[in-house]
């Protein structure tokens, strides 16, 4: 069985351009969810899709972000225009159960570095 | 939030059996408690889920004492390839908000030969 992808696993890219983080989930599994590790820090929620719509994206940290989630698939995380803040290392999880506490699968992460 | 409390390293050696404890004193009545494993350049691996008493599985044992205000992780002969970072996490496993799935610093496990 697959498991969730994470595409590309490096990105470098010059403040104000443009990037597009992309996340295939595992198979059937309706939840998705976005997190990023800033500066070292701790692992931080961002937002939180069940099948193709928004279940939570208060972890958001401004309107730069958009997330979304085609069909109840894949999803996307674009960062327009990128700040140097944004450098760190975006993951993407998976499950099937009903709540975030349940067994996540994650991906290997997006390592963004805006330069 | 449950907030929770781990050592932020540990050093073992090759074959020795690892505890790692973590603390949540404010636990609430639905709260449950689970620990990753995260390698380097890695997202982290669920390893063990409990709510109380003991929980075994083929990676890992979780112990809960019975007021549930902290919980051990027990690793058996660990390897070298056991040096990881190890998340303790509490929350509501069904009703729980995303949001609150908090990782915290975790703690450093260095496994020596």
């Known amino acids: 069985e697959a498991g969730v992808t994470q595409f590309p696993s490096h990105s470098v890219i010059e403040k104000g351009q443009t990037v597009t983080l992309r996340c295939d989930p595992i198979?059937?599994?309706?939840?998705l969810y976005w997190y990023r590790r800033v500066m070292g820090k701790e692992i931080k929620f961002l937002l939180h899709?069940?099948?193709?719509?928004?279940?939570?994206e208060s972890g958001m940290p401004n309107n730069r972000f958009l997330a979304e989630r085609t069909g109840g698939t894949y999803s996307t995380l674009k960062v327009q225009p990128a700040e140097l803040e944004d450098s760190g290392v975006y993951f993407c999880?998976?499950?099937?159960?009903?709540?975030?506490?349940?067994?996540?699968?994650f991906g290997s992460g997006t390592q963004l570095s805006v330069l | 939030l449950a907030k929770t409390t781990q050592p932020i390293s540990m050093d073992s050696y090759e074959g020795q059996e690892v505890n790692i404890t973590c603390s949540h004193n404010?636990?609430?009545?639905?709260?449950?408690i689970t620990w990753y494993q995260q390698f380097p350049s890695q997202g982290p691996r669920f390893i063990i889920q409990?709510?109380?008493t003991k929980v075994t599985n083929e990676v890992a044992s979780l112990f809960i004492p019975a007021d549930r205000k902290s919980s051990t992780l027990s690793l058996p002969r660990v390897s070298l390839s056991d040096t990881a970072v190890y998340y303790c996490l509490v929350g509501d496993v069904f009703s729980g908000s995303a949001r609150q799935l908090t990782f915290g610093s975790g703690t450093q496990l260095t496994v020596l030969p």
């Open positions: 404010n636990i609430a009545t639905n709260d449950y």
């Open positions: 899709f069940v099948k193709e719509s928004k279940q939570d």
């Open positions: 198979s059937g599994h309706d939840n």
């Open positions: 999880a998976s499950s099937s159960g009903t709540g975030p506490y349940e067994k996540l699968f």
């Open positions: 409990g709510y109380k």
